[in-house]
């Protein structure tokens, strides 16, 4: 491990959100009933424990549940102060300051006509100049709050001053799509379904007792001006009758659409194809559930830290070997890492890499266009949350030891703070790699990893035997009446780039076939690069090509080293698959940042969710997309990179009944940017510097 100049585990943080984000990703949220918003795990303990070796098959109590807003008493390296309190200009909110915000709006005109939901309660960050600036010991800028609340159909932006108790800022949104749903609007959901005796005969028909009926919230998308100006939630019900794992036994063919808003059923879409439900058995994925005897276990592997871990963590800042960079956990994007800054081995100067980056976007289309499942392209981030819906994680199981554990604290829709245990674990992690032999060591390594429990279709058939080859199922039998329909993933990242500063420059360094004729040695071709400095946007739309490779840099053209190469970091790209959905098709609409695996954009405080601030029904009119046809100059200006992560995903049995974890990452490694290799100054382990046990006889 080269912990003074290895950045593997600079984003593991990210990482070690993945577990939310992608459980997300596969399963839609479920609505359940709530009680002052906590899952009621006695009833719906399958959600509140769905790791294979934790969930033990106790009863479970709402103590036990992953809305539960008590820190835990197991967590390891972990402080709180008395009284919390920000010491850096991008700290989160604390509880205070959001109990001064609801005091605040509480008080406002803007809520006349009684309180209305708040659907983001965040930081507003100073200006970059202000936090570049500010140096430790300093004031900080002025402390604000960034706040969407839905009032009287429209979506208004609010600034609040949290030290002076002022709204300094209103401005309603004119475009397209609502904010993201609260974890309250979901409440009523239940309640509205049963209340319409068409839907209880229409399940009672179906053989599924009440009392054994779940149902998912669905975002709707957006298929045209018949679906505006009402927020729409779409509605998937299943049987949990012999089986914790709901989700292999959905109610095919039987769809809902609810007006959130006015809480009542607007349509029923009934097939009348009585699809019978996919069986139980088989799909609880607990550890007491499984065939005995279980397979042998491999012997363990254990490592230890026994001086303790490299990295010391102050509040929000981390610094750890040469690095120092902020942590913030963040309700849409889960987790925000901003100011990454390396010590320079030959100078001892700070330097600038990075001055902000997060999951944007996570974009997941579904491949079946049949009446139940074509408006399935669900954007987990905009319409969602990827913190909202963070679990918190488990010491020893999630996080090793040694791990620094994060709460994050959010507000709920009334405006009132609670506590995300756990949600965010920083530690280091042996990546097995070696170093250096005559290599050059990654800098950064964004990994992600995929698993959860996957969407089922069901459908008549028991056998692939019984399939035609002219019926297209949209996906893989995995079990008897149950589909695995084909779908994507793509995750798109922001990443504003500060390479030795903010006046940056992109340049696309093609790989170009050369071709000898009559040449001095037997050599017929070589390849050549060729660089080519983007001017404006449209330069900068990057689509992968296999067979036209290139390599993709980010420089400051103004700072070089002594030799007089132009310092920058070049990304590394992996998970490539690219949409294949037409780009007038209305998913791929409000989809289009996944158009391009890269872009490039002019740094804009406004222009950060790749699918738009609002893409809740939205129609994919301010998204990433939109932004960058603008063409505007990028060369020698504050940018940002944005990169997307893509996989295509066919289900196959070992999918079913949950899946296994799938891995991919994107890097970003020094391009010129030391003046040589600046791992080898560090110091090789020895035999000394590890534990060594033994066992004595008593």
Request: proline share 7%; hydrophobic share 35%; aromatic share 10%.
């Amino acid at each position: 491990m080269n912990a003074p100049f290895h950045l593997r585990n600079l984003l593991i943080i990210m990482a070690a959100l993945l577990l939310m984000h992608f459980l997300k990703s596969w399963i839609p949220f479920p609505f359940l009933e709530f009680k002052k918003l906590e899952l009621d795990c006695s009833k719906y303990g399958s959600w509140c424990s769905f790791k294979n070796r934790i969930q033990d098959g106790r009863t479970r109590t709402k103590n036990d549940n992953f809305m539960n807003t008590d820190k835990l008493n197991h967590q390891q390296n972990k402080k709180y102060p008395e009284k919390e309190v920000a010491k850096h200009p991008l700290d989160p909110l604390t509880t205070e300051e959001i109990k001064k915000v609801q005091s605040i709006l509480r008080k406002s005109s803007i809520f006349k006509h009684g309180e209305s939901p708040l659907h983001s309660v965040v930081l507003e960050e100073p200006l970059k100049d202000e936090v570049l600036t500010w140096k430790v010991g300093q004031s900080l800028p002025s402390r604000k709050a960034f706040v969407i609340a839905f009032v009287d159909g429209y979506s208004h932006e609010l600034i609040i001053d949290i030290e002076s108790g002022e709204i300094v800022g209103n401005e309603v949104n004119h475009k397209s799509g609502y904010p993201i749903v609260t974890m309250e609007e979901l409440k009523p959901t239940l309640g509205v379904l049963l209340k319409d005796k068409k839907f209880v005969e229409i399940v009672t028909e179906r053989g599924v007792n009440v009392s054994d009926l779940v149902c998912s919230n669905l975002s709707p998308g957006w298929f045209g001006l018949a679906e505006e100006g009402r927020r729409l939630m779409k509605i998937q019900c299943y049987s949990m009758a012999g089986t914790v794992n709901f989700y292999m036994r959905p109610i095919e063919g039987f769809t809902v659409l609810i007006d959130m808003g006015a809480e009542e059923v607007i349509k029923i879409i009934d097939s009348k194809n009585y699809i019978p439900l996919p069986k139980g058995e088989g799909t609880d994925y607990r550890l007491p559930a499984q065939k005995y005897p279980l397979l042998p276990p491999l012997n363990p592997i254990s490592i230890e830290q026994a001086k303790g871990p490299s990295f010391k963590v102050d509040g929000h800042q981390v610094k750890w070997g040469s690095w120092e960079f902020h942590v913030r956990p963040d309700p849409r994007a889960g987790v925000i890492i901003s100011e990454a800054n390396v010590k320079d081995p030959d100078t001892g100067r700070m330097r600038r890499v990075l001055y902000k980056g997060f999951l944007s976007e996570l974009f997941v289309p579904y491949m079946d266009p049949s009446d139940g499942w074509y408006y399935r392209s669900y954007m987990d981030a905009g319409e969602y949350g990827l913190g909202v819906y963070a679990a918190s994680l488990d010491p020893l199981n999630d996080c090793p030891r040694n791990s620094y554990y994060m709460d994050g604290i959010f507000a709920h829709a009334d405006g009132t703070p609670y506590v995300r245990s756990n949600m965010i674990c920083i530690f280091e992690r042996y990546a097995g790699d070696i170093g250096w032999r005559h290599t050059e060591c990654p800098i950064t390594d964004m990994e992600v990893e995929l698993t959860g429990i996957l969407m089922v279709k069901g459908t008549n058939y028991k056998n692939v035997n019984q399939m035609s080859s002219k019926v297209d199922v949209h996906g893989t039998l995995l079990a008897e009446n149950a589909i695995g329909v084909i779908h994507d993933h793509f995750l798109t990242f922001y990443l504003d780039m500060d390479i030795d500063g903010t006046d940056n420059s992109f340049v696309q360094v093609k790989m170009a076939k050369q071709t000898l004729k009559h040449g001095p040695t037997p050599r017929q071709s070589f390849w050549t690069a060729e660089r080519h400095i983007a001017k404006t946007e449209k330069d900068a739309q990057i689509k992968m090509n296999l067979y036209h490779p290139s390599e993709f840099h980010m420089i400051n053209p103004s700072k070089k080293t002594k030799i007089g190469n132009p310092v920058g970091y070049k990304i590394v790209s992996g998970g490539t698959a690219a949409s294949l959905l037409d780009h007038n098709d209305p998913p791929q609409l409000r989809g289009s940042f996944t158009n391009n695996q890269i872009w490039v954009t002019p740094y804009n405080r406004s222009e950060e969710w790749a699918g738009g601030l609002y893409s809740y029904q939205s129609q994919g009119d301010d998204t990433l997309a939109v932004w960058s046809n603008r063409d505007r100059p990028i060369e020698k200006k504050d940018i940002v990179l944005w990169y997307t992560l893509g996989f295509h995903h066919l289900p196959c049995q070992e999918d079913y009944p949950i899946m296994p974890t799938v891995s991919s990452a994107f890097k970003l490694k020094p391009t010129n940017f030391f003046e040589s290799n600046p791992i080898m100054r560090t110091a090789p382990m020895s035999d000394k510097d590890l534990p060594r046990c033994s066992v004595s006889a008593l």
